[in-house]
């Protein structure tokens, strides 16, 4: 029987969310973790957002630029086109 690739994905995923709300000390009830499986993440952070009645959705961004940004695409462009909320994106 193969190995449950997501299920581990997701484990690492929660694994690093928790020690980093840990390191930065967030405090309950001011954020919410929310793990989605989907090819076009842009799309599933905005529809994600929606449900949840977001008020902004916060999101790094790495500024490639060029062929880079062509090749690789954009995130953080994708969320913004679809979000019916403020984004606010955050340049690294």
Known sequence: ??????GVLEQQAR????KLLQRKKMKPMKY????ERATDIGWAIARQAKKLRASVIVMGSHGRTGL???LLGSV???TLRY???PVLI???
């Open 1 to 6: 029987m193969p190995p449950n690739y997501y």
């Open 15 to 18: 694994s690093s969310m928790i």
């Open 32 to 35: 919410r973790v929310v793990f």
């Open 68 to 70: 880079q940004r062509l």
């Open 76 to 78: 953080a462009e994708r």
């Open 83 to 85: 979000a019916e909320c």
């Open 90 to 92: 955050v340049k690294k």
